[in-house]
């Protein structure tokens, strides 16, 4: 057994976290400010906070990640980091001529005081800033909230630096994705232009996180959104914010700064959520709801009615982030099946109210749980005490999934043993399809290996 | 750019390349740097600048402190709670991430596939962190119920006065477990190393010497500095046992801290990794008397030499016997592979850049097939790994060494190894070395260039001059250098292969080299169409 000190009986516990199911804000950081056109996102701390993250995002999309660091010593962690910072960002733009840097903090530069703003203020007047290039900072420390919330500081931080409202309104819709992947980001844009919408996405790590193989390295890739897109962002006539907990705090910035008002909604995963998606776009773009869609939606129920019975009732353990987690417990619910153990490490009330809202009709008995100790320990525990059909989540429930047999789709970050995340994507109609089919082959799979000869089946 | 074909008569001069990469750089930046490449002369004993901080702003390959403690050190043995006492990020990232492969009989405790974190929150950063420290330390017990449990500090620990040691002590009292902590903040040295150095101190102090164990072997020995990443170990282990060897305690692959405890009953110390290890292997001789030596098991004849070394220590007829039978049977083996392998890589260039040991060790493999390495350095390494051991006493030792605790360490009478200590004596007048690491710079070829802690600058200059057919380094550079249409094999994780030490270890590298060096998928990068001229379309919707 892998997981073989794990047992059914839950002790409570109030200090210890065994197997997370999230990580700390500065790799989110990291990974927001990739989207964002010639940035290359700097980590103000030692530098293990910056390999660590750069390692793992990189084994996630097997693609170049490239970040720098303040590479803190005992001597700065008494000191300070401003003397590190100020050569960090010269060294940078002399060395590595990116047209941004992205600084965001850690828990040990939190923890010792640095003031990022002031520090960068300082590098302006000094000079280290060459003119036309520039350097963005998000407070970052990682003894608050996840990885999710570090995405979702270094996207305000975007757009409170860039976005201006120049009072000429702009005739396009600004689309603040929560924490997806750059095939989800490249699916958003598509989805806009079936509808023929202008839209701004932010981020965009489309064609950054996912480059062709050319024979050429190119250190700033083609992809990413422009320093002139976000800034206007402050110009556009609505915002269309996908995510509580990633996209929610910048659209209320920009809504602040430049009076763009925004609509709140969740990252379209599933049919429902990206039914609200679209109706919110359209709202937003004040245009109808062209066939095009409708007819993938269409093509999406038909795969769901023609699938019902081989989902119908299954149970399953999922853990994540609360911005994917809620609308695909939401979709697994619309199939019919029994989304009965639920864990994300993200603190956040509004996760318990919207997971009572969509279980306590239909799957009653759900156990779900988010922040201190709601970790992949706890949820491998409840499964101990009465077994899922299937588990979703990222690749640390292969240990789970083997020890216990369970059908597993890999979603959610990290994905370490699979590839396909880059490149197909599960926002959207089409995204719900590709969901399908994974789970339908995981637990038809094992219906093929497991089921007695005399039935066995052909067609399925 | 240099022609490959003039390599035949000896490495070009690489001067106007190391100074075409310093010119990029601001003045301060190139002075140190400049200091830190070498145009190596492996007549002349050069000095190269080396464990020395990190400058911020540079893309570095290097992690932090912590990494080196409990990742590197602690991360592969399996009987005990490793509890990280910071935020969760430091906990996730070294979670089953390094590959060490470990091998627990059932009923046997691992928890190397756990992940322990206190997950400090804001409210431990203002009023504290050893309370929770306590409580997790508690909770642990009570729901696994382990032998020992190691805390491992993260950077705002010592910040805050989290005095992990003190916690230690009480909870050991309170649980009548071993309770040991690690100061390994990430920002206590300039990379890894320091974590290495902090950890050997915590297993020495803590754990080595515990218990006494009756002999179980003629030859008794302890593996310093193996990792069993990709199952190396095993490789090693499986050698061993045929030679008659009785391994007491690998530091640290496939290992558990019940095998540290009595690891001091051995007659010998065999030091793979220099850098990581050097420090446990140097407190043994001097408390135990254990003498030690350097071996390498990567490349098939360090391997047979290693082997017979260890044969000569002993000087047991039967022993060397035993290896020789070994070395024939396995030696053939490697040989038929390397015969249908190397024609096909002969003569091809490899670069490395990786870790404390590797650098130097790999060049073994790719010298047994003919690849040439024109260039290769250490990401955390010291002086004496790339100039030799003779150096460490010319070594300044700056602030940021003077860091890391130095244990005085007192002879243990009653399990001092006399009879050891007069064998070694012998054994030196006869010129068998002990202690004995050259470091890499003489076996390297002259006027390669060496380059400690390269970084990403030159990592692409790098590629640009010397066209390299493969790149050895890590994750971080793996796709960076793939863009250029390079194949890079990662030399932390083996790319999820391997094992590669000893016999079986180099028939596999063989046989990857043989796949990577002799694929045609690179070729397939360019469209059929990219060098046709463009044509103006006369079909499309628009004309």
């Not at chain 1, 120049?166 to 980001?185: A, C, F, H, Y």
């Not at chain 2, 008794?220 to 990709?230: A, F, P, R, S, W």
Request: hydrophobic share 35%; glycine share 8%.
């Amino acid at each position: 057994m892998l997981l073989r000190h794990t047992t059914s009986n839950v002790k409570e516990r109030k200090a210890l976290t065994v197997n997370p199911a999230k990580t700390c804000q500065p790799v989110g950081a990291m990974y927001a400010a990739l989207g964002v056109h010639g940035c290359l996102p700097h980590s103000h701390g030692s530098q293990g906070c910056c390999s660590y993250h750069r390692s793992a995002l990189t084994r996630h999309y097997k693609e170049p990640v490239m970040a720098a660091t303040s590479s803190f010593t005992e001597g700065s962690s008494v000191f300070g980091g401003q003397a590190n910072l100020l050569q960090a960002i010269d060294n940078i733009f002399t060395i590595y001529e990116p047209d941004i840097i992205a600084v965001h903090s850690t828990c040990l530069s939190e923890t010792i005081g640095d003031d990022l703003g002031q520090i960068v203020k300082k590098a302006l007047d000094d000079g280290k800033i060459p003119e036309g290039k520039h350097v963005v900072q998000a407070s970052t420390p990682s003894y608050v909230g996840s990885h999710v919330t570090g995405y979702a500081n270094m996207l305000e931080a975007f757009v409170k630096y860039f976005a201006y409202n120049t009072e000429e309104k702009i005739r396009q819709v600004n689309l603040l994705s929560g924490w997806v992947e750059p095939s989800d980001m490249r699916e958003l844009k598509r989805i806009a232009g079936l509808m023929d919408i202008k839209t701004v996405l932010l981020p965009d790590t489309s064609d950054v996180l996912d480059t062709p193989m050319t024979g050429e390295y190119k250190m700033y890739p083609k992809g990413g959104t422009t320093v002139e897109e976000i800034a206007s962002m402050g110009n556009s006539m609505k915002t269309v914010a996908m995510g509580e907990w990633g996209a929610k705090s910048a659209a209320v910035m920009l809504d602040n700064k430049c009076k763009v008002p925004f609509s709140l909604t969740e990252v379209p995963i599933g049919l429902k959520a990206t039914d609200r998606f679209i109706q919110e776009l359209s709202l937003a773009g004040k245009i109808s709801i062209p066939e095009v869609i409708t007819e993938e939606r269409g093509r999406l129920v038909d795969v769901i009615t023609d699938m019902h019975q081989y989902l119908y009732g299954k149970r399953v353990a999922l853990f994540g982030d609360p911005d994917t987690l809620i609308p695909l417990t939401e979709f697994l619910v619309d199939l019919d099946m029994k989304p009965v153990y639920i864990v994300s490490g993200t603190p956040g009330k509004v996760f318990d109210k919207r997971m009572a809202s969509i279980l306590s009709e239909k799957v009653p008995e759900a156990k779900y749980k988010n922040g201190p100790q709601a970790d992949m320990f706890l949820m491998h525990q409840w499964i101990k005490e009465e077994p899922v059909d299937l588990l979703i989540g990222n690749t640390y429930g292969k240990y789970i999934s083997r020890d216990e047999g369970i059908p597993f789709v890999r979603m959610g970050f990290p994905i370490l043993d699979r590839i396909g995340h880059s490149y197909f994507p599960t926002v959207g109609y089409q995204g719900a399809i590709r969901i399908l089919e994974k789970m339908l082959g995981v637990i038809m799979d094992q219906q093929d290996a497991t089921a007695p000869e005399e039935s066995f089946e052909l067609v399925m | 750019m240099p022609n490959k074909k003039n390599y035949i008569n000896g490495l070009p001069d690489p001067s106007e390349f190391k100074e075409e990469m310093l010119k990029k750089y601001p003045r301060k930046v190139a002075k140190k740097r400049d200091k830190a490449m070498i145009i190596n002369d492996p007549a002349e004993g050069q000095e190269i600048l080396a464990n020395v901080r990190t400058i911020p702003g540079i893309i570095t390959q290097r992690g932090c402190t912590y990494a080196g403690c409990k990742g590197v050190v602690l991360g592969p043995t399996r009987d005990i709670i490793n509890l990280v006492h910071g935020p969760i990020g430091c906990s996730f990232y070294a979670w089953l991430t390094r590959r060490n492969q470990t091998r627990a009989e059932k009923g046997d405790p691992n928890f190397m596939t756990y992940a322990f974190s206190t997950d400090m929150q804001d409210e431990n950063i203002v009023f504290g962190g050893e309370e929770k420290l306590k409580n997790a330390i508690r909770e642990a017990f009570e729901i696994f119920n382990p032998s020992s449990i190691g805390i491992f500090s993260t950077c705002p620990v010592g910040l805050i006065g989290d005095d992990v040691h003190s916690v230690a002590r009480e909870m050991k009292a309170e649980l009548g477990i071993n309770i040991f902590g690690f100061s390994c903040e990430g920002y206590r040295g300039v990379s890894q190393s320091a974590g290495h150095h902090i950890a050997n101190n915590g297993i020495f102090k803590h754990v080595v010497g515990n218990t006494d164990r009756p002999r179980t072997g003629k030859f008794q020995v302890n593996l310093l500095g193996e990792y069993n990443i990709g199952g190396d170990a095993f490789e090693i282990e499986r050698i061993f046992e045929e030679c008659g060897l009785t391994l007491l305690s690998t530091y640290s692959g496939n290992s558990t801290v019940e095998s540290f405890a009595y690891s001091h009953t051995a007659d010998l110390n065999m030091v793979m990794c220099h850098r990581s290890i050097n420090y446990i292997a140097e407190m043994m001789e001097e408390k135990y008397g254990i003498p030690w030596i350097k071996v390498n098991f990567i490349g098939a004849d360090a391997t047979a030499k290693t082997l017979r070394k260890i044969a000569d220590y002993f000087g047991d007829k039967e022993l060397s016997e035993k290896v020789e039978v070994v070395i024939a049977r396995e030696s053939a083996k490697v040989k038929a592979v390397a015969d249908l392998v190397k024609p096909k890589v002969e003569g091809k260039l490899a670069m490395m850049f990786v870790g404390g040991s590797r650098a130097h060790h790999y060049q073994e493999l790719f010298t047994e097939l003919g690849v040439r390495v024109v260039s290769a350095g250490y990401e955390f390494a010291h002086r004496d790994d790339y100039e030799g051991r003779e150096v460490i006493p010319n070594i300044k030792i700056d602030a940021d060494t003077r860091n890391i605790e130095d244990l005085s360490v007192t002879k243990d009478d009653e399990n001092y190894r006399d009879d050891l200590v007069a064998k070694k004596a012998q054994l030196e007048e006869s010129g068998y070395e002990f202690r004995d690491y050259k470091g890499m710079m003489p076996d390297m070829s002259k006027n390669s260039l060496v380059i400690d802690d390269v970084n990403h600058w030159e990592t692409e200059k790098l590629i640009e001059f010397y066209k390299p057919d493969i790149f050895c380094a890590g994750i971080k550079e793996k796709y960076v250098v793939q863009k250029y249409g390079i194949p890079l094999k990662q030399l932390h994780s083996y790319d999820y292969g391997g094992p590669y030490a000893a016999f079986g270890g180099a028939i596999n590298f063989y046989k990857e080299m043989e796949r990577m060096l002799g694929t045609d998928i690179w070729k397939l990068v360019d469209a059929p169409w990219k060098h046709e001229p463009e044509i103006v379309g006369s079909v499309t919707y628009d004309s």
